[in-house]
Protein backbone atom coordinates (compact mmCIF):
# COMPACT_ATOMS: atom_id res chain seq x y z
CA UNK A 1 0.00 0.00 0.00
CA UNK A 2 2.38 2.09 0.16
CA UNK A 3 3.19 3.27 3.72
CA UNK A 4 6.97 2.60 3.03
CA UNK A 5 7.44 5.63 1.62
CA UNK A 6 5.31 7.65 3.56
CA UNK A 7 7.24 6.70 6.66
CA UNK A 8 10.13 7.38 4.79
CA UNK A 9 9.06 11.11 3.83
CA UNK A 10 7.38 11.97 7.07
CA UNK A 11 9.31 11.46 10.35
CA UNK A 12 5.48 12.12 12.09
CA UNK A 13 5.84 8.63 12.85
CA UNK A 14 9.13 7.08 12.39
CA UNK A 15 11.71 9.36 13.99
CA UNK A 16 10.77 10.05 17.81
CA UNK A 17 12.95 13.45 18.45
CA UNK A 18 11.18 15.13 15.52
CA UNK A 19 8.85 17.93 16.37
CA UNK A 20 5.90 16.02 14.85
CA UNK A 21 6.40 12.94 16.60
CA UNK A 22 7.11 14.82 19.87
CA UNK A 23 3.72 17.03 19.21
CA UNK A 24 1.97 13.38 18.82
CA UNK A 25 3.48 12.70 22.53
CA UNK A 26 2.78 15.27 24.38
CA UNK A 27 -1.08 15.84 22.92
CA UNK A 28 -1.84 12.33 24.17
CA UNK A 29 0.42 12.05 27.04
CA UNK A 30 -1.87 13.47 29.66
CA UNK A 31 -4.79 11.31 28.36
CA UNK A 32 -3.15 8.45 28.77
CA UNK A 33 -1.45 8.94 31.98
CA UNK A 34 -5.38 9.86 33.49
CA UNK A 35 -6.86 6.72 31.96
CA UNK A 36 -4.06 4.44 32.87
CA UNK A 37 -4.44 4.71 36.76
CA UNK A 38 -2.36 1.45 38.05
CA UNK A 39 0.63 0.30 36.22
CA UNK A 40 0.52 -3.36 34.96
CA UNK A 41 1.39 -4.68 31.15
CA UNK A 42 1.00 -2.99 28.10
CA UNK A 43 0.63 -4.12 25.09
CA UNK A 44 1.75 -1.59 22.51
CA UNK A 45 -0.01 -2.51 19.39
CA UNK A 46 1.49 -1.35 16.10
CA UNK A 47 4.19 0.29 18.31
CA UNK A 48 6.35 1.43 14.76
CA UNK A 49 9.25 2.97 15.88
CA UNK A 50 8.03 2.67 19.69
CA UNK A 51 7.79 6.05 21.34
CA UNK A 52 4.71 5.51 23.64
CA UNK A 53 6.36 1.99 24.53
CA UNK A 54 9.21 4.32 26.10
CA UNK A 55 7.11 6.87 27.68
CA UNK A 56 4.89 4.50 28.64
CA UNK A 57 7.64 2.55 30.36
CA UNK A 58 9.29 5.97 32.11
CA UNK A 59 6.26 6.22 34.28
CA UNK A 60 6.48 2.18 35.57
CA UNK A 61 4.73 0.35 33.12
CA UNK A 62 5.75 -3.33 31.45
CA UNK A 63 5.37 -2.51 27.99
CA UNK A 64 5.44 -5.17 25.43
CA UNK A 65 5.40 -3.15 21.48
CA UNK A 66 4.17 -5.31 18.40
CA UNK A 67 4.88 -4.11 14.61
CA UNK A 68 4.30 -6.08 11.43
CA UNK A 69 7.38 -4.38 9.86
CA UNK A 70 11.03 -5.05 10.39
CA UNK A 71 11.87 -1.69 10.02
CA UNK A 72 9.96 -0.36 12.58
CA UNK A 73 10.65 -2.71 15.32
CA UNK A 74 14.64 -2.48 14.12
CA UNK A 75 14.02 1.37 14.84
CA UNK A 76 12.58 0.57 17.90
CA UNK A 77 15.35 -1.48 18.95
CA UNK A 78 17.90 0.69 18.29
CA UNK A 79 16.29 3.30 20.34
CA UNK A 80 16.07 0.76 23.08
CA UNK A 81 19.48 0.40 23.28
CA UNK A 82 20.32 3.97 23.21
CA UNK A 83 17.94 4.67 26.24
CA UNK A 84 19.04 1.16 28.04
CA UNK A 85 15.17 0.26 27.37
CA UNK A 86 13.74 -2.73 29.17
CA UNK A 87 10.93 -2.42 26.40
CA UNK A 88 10.30 -5.88 24.49
CA UNK A 89 9.70 -5.37 20.91
CA UNK A 90 8.19 -7.71 18.79
CA UNK A 91 7.57 -8.23 14.79
CA UNK A 92 4.05 -9.57 14.73
CA UNK A 93 0.43 -8.66 13.11
CA UNK A 94 -1.96 -7.06 15.11
CA UNK A 95 -4.59 -9.78 13.90
CA UNK A 96 -3.33 -12.78 15.05
CA UNK A 97 -1.52 -12.09 18.67
CA UNK A 98 1.16 -14.17 19.86
CA UNK A 99 -0.09 -14.12 23.46
CA UNK A 100 -2.05 -16.08 25.82
CA UNK A 101 -5.82 -15.15 26.58
CA UNK A 102 -6.23 -12.48 29.38
CA UNK A 103 -2.95 -11.36 30.07
CA UNK A 104 -2.41 -7.16 29.41
CA UNK A 105 -4.03 -4.74 31.92
CA UNK A 106 -3.88 -2.54 28.46
CA UNK A 107 -3.76 -2.51 25.23
CA UNK A 108 -2.89 0.63 23.15
CA UNK A 109 -3.56 1.28 19.23
CA UNK A 110 -2.36 4.59 18.79
CA UNK A 111 -1.31 6.72 15.74
CA UNK A 112 -3.88 6.18 13.30
CA UNK A 113 -2.93 2.64 12.68
CA UNK A 114 -6.71 1.61 12.26
CA UNK A 115 -5.58 3.31 8.21
CA UNK A 116 -4.12 0.45 7.34
CA UNK A 117 -6.98 -2.37 8.18
CA UNK A 118 -9.56 -3.20 5.85
CA UNK A 119 -13.15 -3.81 7.62
CA UNK A 120 -12.67 -7.22 8.03
CA UNK A 121 -9.01 -7.08 9.20
CA UNK A 122 -9.56 -4.83 12.14
CA UNK A 123 -12.97 -6.75 13.21
CA UNK A 124 -10.23 -9.63 13.66
CA UNK A 125 -7.46 -6.71 15.06
CA UNK A 126 -10.67 -5.97 17.49
CA UNK A 127 -11.26 -9.93 18.66
CA UNK A 128 -7.73 -10.28 19.53
CA UNK A 129 -7.43 -7.49 21.22
CA UNK A 130 -10.09 -8.70 23.71
CA UNK A 131 -8.79 -12.46 23.88
CA UNK A 132 -5.19 -10.97 24.90
CA UNK A 133 -7.00 -8.17 27.52
CA UNK A 134 -7.81 -9.02 30.98
CA UNK A 135 -11.02 -9.25 32.62
CA UNK A 136 -10.46 -5.19 33.67
CA UNK A 137 -8.20 -4.53 31.00
CA UNK A 138 -8.82 -1.18 28.76
CA UNK A 139 -7.98 -0.65 25.18
CA UNK A 140 -7.05 2.92 24.19
CA UNK A 141 -7.93 3.54 20.59
CA UNK A 142 -6.40 6.88 18.53
CA UNK A 143 -7.56 7.44 15.01
CA UNK A 144 -8.48 10.29 12.99
CA UNK A 145 -11.55 10.25 11.18
CA UNK A 146 -10.96 10.39 7.85
CA UNK A 147 -14.59 9.94 6.76
CA UNK A 148 -14.73 13.55 8.11
CA UNK A 149 -10.99 14.39 6.74
CA UNK A 150 -10.77 13.13 3.19
CA UNK A 151 -13.36 15.57 1.79
CA UNK A 152 -12.16 17.95 3.46
CA UNK A 153 -8.39 17.81 2.02
CA UNK A 154 -7.88 19.43 -1.67
CA UNK A 155 -5.40 18.55 -4.11
CA UNK A 156 -2.53 20.92 -3.70
CA UNK A 157 -2.27 20.53 -0.15
CA UNK A 158 1.43 20.93 1.23
CA UNK A 159 2.02 18.16 3.71
CA UNK A 160 5.43 18.81 5.88
CA UNK A 161 8.37 20.76 4.49
CA UNK A 162 8.37 19.17 0.83
CA UNK A 163 5.43 17.18 -0.54
CA UNK A 164 2.17 18.36 -1.63
CA UNK A 165 -1.05 16.17 -1.93
CA UNK A 166 -1.30 15.49 -6.12
CA UNK A 167 -4.52 13.62 -6.52
CA UNK A 168 -6.77 11.37 -4.09
CA UNK A 169 -8.51 8.73 -5.71
CA UNK A 170 -11.91 7.08 -3.01
CA UNK A 171 -12.86 3.87 -4.48
CA UNK A 172 -16.47 2.66 -5.50
CA UNK A 173 -17.40 1.84 -2.07
CA UNK A 174 -15.71 4.07 -0.24
CA UNK A 175 -13.82 1.99 1.76
CA UNK A 176 -10.17 3.26 0.67
CA UNK A 177 -8.68 6.72 -0.33
CA UNK A 178 -5.82 6.50 -2.53
CA UNK A 179 -3.32 10.03 -1.73
CA UNK A 180 -0.21 10.49 -3.92
CA UNK A 181 2.29 13.12 -2.63
CA UNK A 182 4.38 14.47 -5.08
CA UNK A 183 7.69 16.69 -4.72
CA UNK A 184 10.43 18.41 -6.66
CA UNK A 185 12.09 15.12 -6.87
CA UNK A 186 10.13 11.93 -5.60
CA UNK A 187 6.60 11.09 -5.94
CA UNK A 188 4.35 8.17 -4.39
CA UNK A 189 0.98 6.86 -3.50
CA UNK A 190 -0.54 5.58 -0.02
CA UNK A 191 -3.56 3.34 0.29
CA UNK A 192 -5.43 4.86 3.40
CA UNK A 193 -8.53 2.94 4.91
CA UNK A 194 -11.32 5.12 5.70
CA UNK A 195 -12.48 4.81 9.19
CA UNK A 196 -14.74 7.08 10.69
CA UNK A 197 -15.84 7.89 13.99
CA UNK A 198 -19.36 6.13 13.65
CA UNK A 199 -17.39 3.07 11.98
CA UNK A 200 -14.95 2.36 14.68
CA UNK A 201 -18.05 2.96 16.73
CA UNK A 202 -19.87 0.18 15.44
CA UNK A 203 -17.12 -2.55 15.04
CA UNK A 204 -15.88 -1.61 18.84
CA UNK A 205 -19.77 -2.81 20.01
CA UNK A 206 -19.44 -5.88 19.14
CA UNK A 207 -16.32 -6.51 21.76
CA UNK A 208 -16.04 -3.42 24.00
CA UNK A 209 -17.80 -1.14 25.56
CA UNK A 210 -17.51 2.13 25.76
CA UNK A 211 -15.12 4.29 28.74
CA UNK A 212 -14.24 7.37 27.74
CA UNK A 213 -14.01 9.36 24.58
CA UNK A 214 -11.55 12.78 24.23
CA UNK A 215 -11.57 14.60 20.84
CA UNK A 216 -8.06 15.99 20.20
CA UNK A 217 -8.72 18.11 17.79
CA UNK A 218 -11.39 18.40 14.82
CA UNK A 219 -10.70 14.67 13.43
CA UNK A 220 -9.06 13.09 16.01
CA UNK A 221 -10.32 10.64 19.03
CA UNK A 222 -9.01 8.77 21.39
CA UNK A 223 -11.10 6.33 22.90
CA UNK A 224 -11.04 3.84 26.06
CA UNK A 225 -12.86 0.34 25.55
CA UNK A 226 -13.23 -2.04 28.23
CA UNK A 227 -13.98 -5.95 26.87
CA UNK A 228 -17.27 -7.10 27.06
C1 LIG B 1 0.77 5.09 11.71
S1 LIG B 1 1.91 3.92 12.39
C2 LIG B 1 1.65 4.17 14.12
C3 LIG B 1 2.79 3.68 14.95
C4 LIG B 1 2.68 3.94 16.44
N1 LIG B 1 1.52 3.34 17.03
C5 LIG B 1 2.73 5.42 16.71
O1 LIG B 1 1.71 5.99 17.16
O2 LIG B 1 3.78 6.03 16.50
C6 LIG B 1 1.05 2.41 12.03
C7 LIG B 1 1.87 1.16 12.31
O3 LIG B 1 1.04 0.01 12.06
C8 LIG B 1 1.90 -1.04 11.68
N2 LIG B 1 1.10 -2.14 11.11
C9 LIG B 1 0.44 -2.18 9.93
N3 LIG B 1 -0.17 -3.37 9.77
C10 LIG B 1 0.09 -4.10 10.89
C11 LIG B 1 -0.27 -5.40 11.34
N4 LIG B 1 -1.04 -6.22 10.59
N5 LIG B 1 0.18 -5.83 12.53
C12 LIG B 1 0.96 -5.03 13.31
N6 LIG B 1 1.34 -3.79 12.94
C13 LIG B 1 0.90 -3.31 11.75
C14 LIG B 1 2.81 -0.36 10.68
O4 LIG B 1 3.98 -1.11 10.41
C15 LIG B 1 3.09 0.97 11.41
O5 LIG B 1 4.23 0.91 12.19
Not at 17 to 39: A, C, F, G
Not at 138 to 166: C, H, Q, S
Request: aromatic letters at 14%; one cysteine or more; hydrophobic letters at 40%.
Amino acid sequence: MGFEDYYKAFPTYTDVVSKDYQKRIQELKPHLIRVMKNTGKVLDLACGVGGFSFLLEDYGFEVIGLDISDIMIKKALSYAREKHSRVKFLIGDAKELPFDNNVFDYVLFLGNSTAHFLPNELNRVFKEVKRVLKKDGLFLVNFIDMRALIPRIRTGTVVGEKYWINRIIIDEDEKTALVEYKSEDDRFEVKFVIWGNTSINLLAKFYFRPVSEVKLDEFSYLKVYQKK
